[in-house]
């Protein structure tokens, strides 16, 4: 019937023939209203994700945290001791996720076996058989870049599935603006509350690339910024696979494959510098 809520096995189809396969490593960025609605809502699209890359496979999904404060401490932006205090501490094993990278995430750290990486503002949650894997390690100072999970899906062979999400969600491409040899790339710091090895909570300081504009002509006001241009430049040359998941437009993408073209993209518009 028209209209009628999708069931699980009717999502798991879809990603079939769209090319997610048993054993697969896959991040996911999805927009539910582009999928539509699931019989049984937002938790059963999971659960469809986690029964298609199968029990061999793994999901990964860029989840941030719902008390990050990186606006509060950014660029040395101060907040007083009462504000300090009664911050919690980031815990990995209950955090809550940013609702703005895709309300789904909510529903993924909820799945059995999920774990979440230890840097807050950049947090991952990965479920499956590379969970522990791509989570293990995640420096405060390697939010996107070298020895982030990111990296380490690159390095893994794995893929992107956008759920109808737009260009600009594509996450891995910010591991490229993180790795590129080109010159003047912005930087930021900012603070997040942890535990230390003894269960306080100590602020830790982090500096990294800006990921809202890695270059100071990705970071206008209402301007794409360069995860865009990027991805949307790559899907123009059909390298992907495409399809439908419910009621969404979708894009399988190989991980270092966009990766490699979004640095190529950043070398040939901005030159080239030994340092990174």
């Known amino acids: 019937m028209a ?68 606006e509060e401490t950014l660029n040395g932006a101060r907040m007083s001791a ?5 911050w919690p501490a980031f815990d990995p094993a209950t955090a809550g996720v940013y609702l703005g990278f895709g309300a789904l995430n909510a529903y993924l750290v909820k799945l059995p076996g999920a774990r979440r990486s230890g840097q807050p503002d950049a947090s991952m949650v990965a479920i499956g058989a590379l969970a522990d894997h791509l989570v293990a390690e995640h420096p405060m100072a390697a939010a996107f870049g070298p020895r982030s999970p990111l990296e ?20 891995v491409l910010h591991y490229a603006e993180a790795i590129a040899p080109i ?50 430049d790559y899907l123009a040359l059909g390298r992907h696979a495409a399809g439908r998941v419910g009621g969404a437009a979708c894009q399988l993408i190989e991980a270092a494959d966009i990766v490699q073209f979004g640095v190529d993209w950043l070398v040939s518009r901005h030159g080239s510098s030994q340092g990174t």
Do not use: C
């Not at 009462?82 to 009664?86: G, L, T």
């Open 183 to 232: 010159p003047g790339k912005r930087r930021v710091t900012y603070e997040m509350p942890m535990r230390d090895g003894r269960g306080r909570k100590v602020w830790r300081r982090a500096e990294n690339f800006d990921s809202n504009g890695i270059l100071d002509a990705y970071a206008v006001e209402g301007e794409p910024d360069a995860v865009e241009r990027i991805a949307r």
């Open 152 to 171: 380490r899906l690159v390095k893994a062979g794995g893929k992107v599935l956008m759920l109808g999400a737009p260009p600009d969600a594509v996450t």
């Open 82 to 86: 009462a504000q300090k205090a009664s």
């Open 3 to 70: 209209g009628a809520a999708l069931t699980r096995a009717e999502l798991v189809a879809d990603l079939r023939r769209l090319g997610v396969a048993e054993g697969d490593l896959v991040m996911v960025h999805a927009s539910l209203k582009a999928v539509g609605p699931v019989d049984g809502g937002p938790a059963e699209l999971a659960l469809a994700l986690r029964e298609a890359v199968g029990a061999g496979g793994t999901l990964m999904a860029y989840a941030s945290w719902d008390r990050s404060p990186y």
